[in-house]
């Protein structure tokens, strides 16, 4: 028993021992390499920059900035001279660069019908379809109280003055089918109804190849009221 014990503690000693020998010799590698690593990080750190490198990254980034503040510029350029060159007709309010327009001077469009268009681009959008021969009117807006737009910031009164001094006979009311569209819709159409012609709007309904399950309320109800006899 004394035997056993014996060469148990000295199997002991031996692995403390070793273990002390392990964790001496992997601390003292530990700091070996981290002094090795900022030794190369320090060298690094004041190693000078290639200047032939140097210098053509800071050609390349002076060329690209002199770039772009050459187009930054030319487009400002360009900017100031649309707005120079564009103007407001003073027949229909669209913006154009000769007054009266192109539209509004062309004798072979029907004079008698006006397209009431908020923005000068829902009339442009109106052209490409190559369709419509009328002339137009511009609103510059639509009525939006809860913007403080109102009917008095619009050009209804232009609208209404055309109208009787050209013998109008139709308008065709052509706004957005959305909350404000409708509300300007509806107060033109008050508004206009004393003078004696013809009022229609834009027909809505269901788009080709639409699915009814997708379609919402408001465009389902104009489709169904403005349904046609086959």
Known sequence: LNSLIGKIGTFFVLFISLLVFILYTFNNFADWLKGILKSAYARQKQKPLNKKSNNATKKTFENSTESEIEDLEEFATSLKEAKKDLIVCTKCQSITE????????????????????????????????????????????????????????????????????????????????????????????KLLQPLNIKITRLARGLPSGSDIEYADEITLSSALKNRKEL
């Not at 959008?125 to 009525?143: D, N, S």
Request: charged share 25%; aromatic share 4%; hydrophobic share 35%.
């Open 98 to 189: 000769s007054n009266p327009c192109p539209i509004c001077t062309d004798t072979g469009r029907d004079q008698t019908i006006i397209c009431v268009v908020a923005e000068s681009h829902d009339l442009n959008t109106f052209e490409r379809l190559k369709e419509y021969t009328g002339l137009y009117h511009v609103l510059g807006g639509v009525i939006n109280h809860l913007e403080g737009i109102g009917s008095e910031h619009l050009t209804i009164d232009i609208l209404e003055k055309r109208i009787k001094d050209n013998n109008v006979k139709e308008i065709i009311l052509g706004l957005n089918p959305d909350m404000e569209g409708e509300s300007t819709a509806i107060y033109l159409q």
